[in-house]
């Protein structure tokens, strides 16, 4: 089965401009639009997509209007649905026209039909597994090394946007598309404060963003698992549990790493459960904290204010206390490793 939807090689040299990753997963993109029609569809229809900003402090939010993503901005995630309904993850369950690639011969790098940006790829592992990033953040780190030309790679957990928390995977967008990956020249500098140097390691908390996170900047990868580590001892420590953090995550590489961690208070705001005109429904994930807020619904779309933008983040983002708690408490840890 999982041979069967390995792209040939063939095909995918005709589409593939060389022999990296990233120029694969192009030249996936570019097969499938032309031979799968739900794809070439919905790619399409992105020209039609609308798009506001608004401007903050030295950064901006940008908001979406996206019909496309109601399926996933109103997924149900509760134990229950996700036991009564197949898993679109698994390869058995494909489309009939979905191609993948075989990516180090444990994930499928798969074009995702239901697009947020005009090049948009799920990557699923071969296995039914959770999803679950202690032990597979190094997995991440290699494919934002491996799509870095072109790509950023993002993480959603299980509780906060993942809408397969049953099966493990990654996403992978166009590189520079969401806001704060243009903004971080600026954020780092202005609005972050440096929790560890090392020789090869960064680390930085960052706040007065509308979203508190922090950032690993790394040449090493083995540096970059340590030090991601202690932030989740930190933060488990400090909410006193064992279970993974709520959290999203986004992976930047050009000639070294930068991940952008983001714990979360809650999945979704108040604003997405009442009924009424004051609903709005937003579903926060790594794209919206990384800038780029998604409304399926119009009306959402062109009623939502900068206050309501506002208030989805600080409702949905760990409180400062919070934040600057895990701060001290991986400061402590970073340092007794390092000692």
Same mark, same amino acid.
């Given at each position: 089965?999982?041979?069967?939807?390995?792209?040939?090689?063939?095909?995918?040299?005709?589409?593939?401009?060389?022999?990296?990753?990233? !120029?694969?997963?192009?030249?996936?993109?570019?097969?499938?639009?032309?031979?799968?029609?739900?794809?070439?569809?919905?790619?399409?229809?992105? &020209?039609?997509?609308?798009?506001?900003?608004?401007?903050?402090?030295?950064?901006?939010?940008?908001?979406?209007?996206?019909?496309?993503?109601?399926?996933?901005?109103?997924?149900? $995630?509760?134990?229950?649905?996700?036991?009564? #309904?197949?898993?679109?993850?698994?390869? !058995? /369950?494909?489309?009939?026209?979905?191609?993948?690639?075989?990516?180090?011969?444990?994930?499928?790098?798969? $074009?995702?039909?239901?697009?947020?940006?005009? +090049?948009?790829?799920?990557?699923?592992?071969?296995?039914?597994?959770?999803? +679950?990033?202690? @032990? /597979?953040?190094?997995?991440?780190?290699?494919?934002?090394? @491996?799509?870095?030309?072109?790509?950023?790679?993002?993480?959603?957990?299980?509780?906060?946007?993942?809408?397969?928390?049953? *099966?493990? *995977?990654?996403?992978?967008?166009?590189? /520079?598309?969401?806001?704060?990956?243009?903004?971080?020249?600026?954020?780092?500098?202005?609005?972050?404060?440096?929790?560890? +140097?090392?020789?090869?390691?960064?680390?930085?908390?960052?706040?007065?963003?509308?979203?508190?996170?922090?950032?690993?900047?790394?040449?090493? &990868?083995?540096?970059?698992?340590?030090?991601?580590? *202690?932030?989740?001892?930190?933060?488990?420590? $400090?909410?006193?549990?064992? !279970? !993974?953090?709520?959290?999203?995550?986004?992976?930047?590489?050009?000639? %070294?790493?930068?991940?952008?961690?983001?714990? #979360?208070?809650?999945?979704?705001?108040?604003?997405?459960?009442?009924?009424?005109? @004051?609903?709005?429904?937003? %579903?926060?994930?790594?794209?919206?904290?990384?800038?780029?807020?998604?409304?399926? #619904?119009?009306?959402?779309?062109? &009623?939502?204010?900068?206050?309501?933008?506002?208030?989805?983040?600080?409702?949905?983002?760990?409180? +400062?206390?919070?934040?600057?708690?895990?701060?001290?408490?991986?400061?402590?840890?970073? #340092?007794?490793? &390092?000692?």
């Amino acid at each position: 089965m999982h041979k069967f939807r390995i792209i040939d090689e063939q095909i995918i040299s005709r589409y593939s401009s060389g022999n990296s990753v990233a !120029e694969r997963v192009k030249g996936l993109l570019a097969q499938q639009k032309e031979n799968w029609e739900l794809a070439k569809s919905n790619y399409s229809y992105l &020209k039609n997509v609308r798009k506001k900003y608004f401007e903050f402090d030295q950064f901006r939010i940008a908001v979406q209007f996206n019909p496309g993503r109601m399926i996933s901005s109103s997924a149900k $995630v509760d134990t229950k649905s996700i036991e009564e #309904r197949t898993c679109f993850l698994c390869v !058995e /369950n494909l489309p009939h026209e979905q191609r993948a690639l075989n990516y180090n011969d444990e994930y499928l790098i798969l $074009v995702n039909p239901f697009p947020i940006f005009d +090049e948009h790829f799920a990557i699923p592992t071969f296995i039914h597994q959770p999803q +679950e990033i202690i @032990d /597979n953040f190094s997995s991440m780190l290699e494919l934002g090394k @491996d799509l870095g030309k072109y790509y950023s790679v993002f993480y959603n957990g299980p509780k906060c946007g993942a809408s397969a928390p049953d *099966h493990l *995977h990654f996403q992978a967008c166009t590189k /520079n598309i969401m806001p704060i990956e243009n903004e971080l020249g600026r954020i780092i500098p202005n609005k972050a404060k440096v929790l560890y +140097e090392g020789a090869n390691t960064s680390v930085y908390a960052s706040k007065n963003y509308l979203r508190n996170f922090f950032v690993i900047e790394a040449d090493d &990868k083995r540096s970059a698992i340590s030090q991601f580590n *202690h932030l989740q001892n930190a933060i488990k420590e $400090v909410l006193d549990t064992s !279970e !993974e953090p709520m959290m999203n995550i986004i992976v930047l590489y050009e000639t %070294s790493w930068k991940i952008l961690v983001f714990f #979360r208070e809650k999945h979704r705001p108040s604003q997405y459960f009442i009924d009424g005109y @004051d609903r709005i429904l937003i %579903s926060p994930a790594a794209v919206d904290f990384g800038g780029l807020l998604i409304t399926p #619904r119009e009306e959402d779309f062109n &009623k939502i204010t900068k206050d309501d933008i506002k208030n989805i983040f600080d409702q949905t983002s760990i409180s +400062e206390t919070v934040f600057n708690n895990i701060g001290d408490k991986y400061s402590n840890i970073a #340092r007794s490793k &390092k000692a």
